[in-house]
Every structure is written in structure tokens, then in C-alpha cells.
């Protein structure tokens, strides 16, 4: 079994034993908790709390608190709270799409990455040494109307109804990827994950060239294995990216352990639809540990194999699809897998 690091969860603080059962399951030895909009101060040392019962197991990154954000000095005010959170223990600052897709200034205008009230915090990061995470847009096709020609079109209803932006008004993707692009060449001594293959899963080639422009963006794959690889082409077009950027590509699965859907035994980031999948009397828990491990286990698979998954644990279009793994070289499996991440978080 390979050596793995997912640099990509969120798992609440109660969940942690769940979390622990998942990964012993799945082969994973460390993984990466985002917070989840609460991870500083109080919300934070919960947190910190929780997974120091699991040595070695669990690292987190935090947030700043986006409530304040159009209080005067925003900024300066978050990167003081981050000082103090990294003194408790926080080792990367997450932030969420919310930040151009969500936040909104008094007058209605989106708050973007690249607002220059906003700069302290990305500032403090580099100087406190810890990465920033920062998901911006979405996979193209939220921008799409959701039909037949929708890849997305198994997902873009009922709970995740709220993820398509066609016609909302909201900012396009290509801006908000423009926009985070900026920021990040003004603040070249901080190191940004774009996790989501940087949303340009569709897109390796402009991937490859922001890799090349930006030496301090690195790249996680998480919940976009789909994408890289529902076709033999595209998964040889992944297999030689990957390849080429070994250094700068991270496992993530983002797999969520939270209150609506432990409770349903399903992982969450399978996608299903609240009670589509019947527990029939299953220990919901143990479900929850399966799925969880199914899933992870998809997601290394994809890497390490080259056999193709028929059914793989991700929902996307309607239609059927299959994942046709890289069955990537041990050496560059073993960067992507886990040294990289030993890099990064000076592990
Ligand atoms: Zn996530």
C-alpha cells in the first residue's frame, strides 16, 4: 500500500473517531482538516482540541472570520487573529468560494481575491509560513444551463440546487479565476493550494501555463477525479500533465463529515441526494465509515491503477460514466501520494 496524505477534508470536530475509522480503512495517514467557516479563536481550538487525541493523523487550516468582513481594517484585523491562531496551532488558512461568489459589500458589489482590503491577510500567510487554500469558482459547467448536455446534470438539483450560477447574476468563473490569479502574482512569497485543479480540470493545457507563470500556486485534485479522467483521452491528456507537474500536484479527496449526511450513511461528497440511498436498517456510522472508504479508495485507485472503475462513488451527469485510472510510475505517484504534502507542511 502506498503512503497517503489528503490534503483536502473537512471534518467536524465530533467526527474525528468517524474520520480516523475511514482513513485505517482506506490507507490514509494524515489528512489535512479544513474548518469549516468557524476555525479561529474558539472555533479553531475545538478543533485543535479534538484531533490531539490522534497524534500524527490530522493537521488544520483555518479561516478568518468573513462575518466582519465589511467592518473598517477587515484586513489588518484578520491577520492579527490569524497570529494568534497560528501560535494555537493552525498550519494553512482555508478559503472558501463564498469569497466572489457569496460576500457582498453594503452597496451589492462582490467581494473578490483580489480586493486589495484583503491583502494583510494573504500577507500574514506568507509571513507565518503556512499555505492558503483558496477555492475560487466552480467547475465550468455551473455557469451552463443544467440539461442533457450538462455533465453536471445528476448533481444540479434539489440539495446542491443553489451551485448552478446560469443566469444568477453572479460573477463568471473566468473572472473569478482571473481575479484569484492577481492576487496571487502580487504576493509571491505566500504559497497558494488551488485546490480543484485550480477548476481547469476541462482545461489542463491553461493548468499547465498558470503552474508555469506562478511558481507559488500548487495544485490539489480533489473532487474532480470525473473530470481528469471519464474518458480514455482525457485520462491520457491527465496521466501527462500529472507527470510534468509532479512536484506540484496534491492528492485531496474532500471528503465532508458533517451533520446532514453522517446521519444518512451516505459520504457526502458522493453527491447523493438527501434519502436517495435507503439505509434499510444499516448502522448508519458504519455505512458512513464505508462509503468514506470507498470513496478514498477511488481516489488513490485513480492514481496508482490503471484499471478502468465501471461505476466509480462520484455523481455527475446522469448518464453513466467510467474513470479510467493513470496507473502512474511509483516514483511519481509517491510525489502526488504523500511527498509533497511532507514538503509543504514541513512534516
Ligand atoms: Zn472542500
Given at each position: ?29 494524515l489528512s489535512v482538516v479544513l474548518a469549516w467557516h468557524d476555525g479561529f479563536g ?259 485507485e485513480f492514481i496508482t491503477s490503471s484499471k478502468v472503475q465501471i461505476s466509480p ?35
Amino acid at each position: 500500500m502506498p503512503r497517503v496524505i489528503d490534503i483536502h477534508t473537512h471534518v467536524f470536530p465530533h467526527y474525528a473517531d468517524l474520520a480516523v475509522a475511514a482513513m485505517d480503512r482506506s490507507g490514509i495517514e494524515l489528512s489535512v482538516v479544513l474548518a469549516w467557516h468557524d476555525g479561529f479563536g474558539e472555533g479553531l481550538q475545538r478543533h485543535i482540541d479534538a484531533f490531539a487525541k490522534y497524534p500524527g493523523r490530522f493537521i488544520t487550516f483555518g479561516n478568518v472570520d468573513y462575518s466582519r468582513i465589511n467592518e473598517p481594517d477587515f484586513g489588518k484585523t484578520a491577520a492579527a487573529q490569524m497570529e494568534r491562531d497560528y501560535a494555537a496551532g493552525m498550519r494553512g488558512l482555508k478559503v472558501f468560494k463564498a469569497l466572489g461568489l457569496g460576500y457582498r459589500r453594503p452597496d451589492g458589489r462582490y467581494w473578490r481575491p483580489s480586493d486589495s482590503e484583503l491583502d494583510p491577510i494573504w500577507a500574514k500567510a506568507g509571513e507565518l509560513g503556512i499555505p492558503v487554500l483558496i477555492h475560487s469558482a466552480d467547475p465550468p459547467n455551473f455557469w451552463e444551463p443544467v440539461n442533457e448536455f450538462n455533465f453536471w446534470n445528476g448533481v444540479l438539483y434539489g440539495e446542491y440546487a443553489w451551485w448552478t450560477y446560469y443566469n444568477t447574476g453572479q460573477p463568471s468563473a473566468n473572472e473569478l479565476l482571473g481575479d484569484r490569479i492577481e492576487m496571487v502574482a502580487r504576493h509571491r512569497g505566500t504559497t497558494f493550494i488551488f485546490p480543484h485543479c485550480a477548476e481547469k480540470a476541462d482545461s489542463l493545457d491553461c493548468a499547465a501555463e498558470d503552474l508555469d507563470a506562478h511558481p507559488n500556486i500548487v495544485y490539489d485534485f480533489s473532487a474532480r477525479v470525473p473530470e481528469l479522467a471519464r474518458s480514455a483521452r482525457r485520462a491520457a491528456h491527465t496521466r501527462e500533465f500529472f507527470t510534468a507537474y509532479a512536484d506540484r500536484i496534491f492528492f485531496g479527496t474532500d471528503v465532508i463529515f458533517d451533520d446532514t449526511n453522517v446521519p444518512t450513511g451516505q459520504q457526502a461528497q458522493i453527491l447523493y441526494q438527501p434519502g436517495e440511498i435507503p439505509l434499510n436498517g444499516a448502522d448508519p456510522r458504519e455505512r458512513y465509515i464505508e462509503t468514506t472508504a470507498a470513496f478514498n479508495i477511488s481516489n488513490i485507485e485513480f492514481i496508482t491503477s490503471s484499471k478502468v472503475q465501471i461505476s466509480p462513488p462520484f455523481k455527475r451527469s446522469i448518464a453513466p460514466f467510467e474513470i479510467y485510472g493513470l496507473g502512474l510510475p511509483e516514483d511519481i505517484a509517491a510525489k502526488i501520494l504523500h511527498q509533497n504534502a511532507v514538503r509543504l507542511l514541513g512534516l
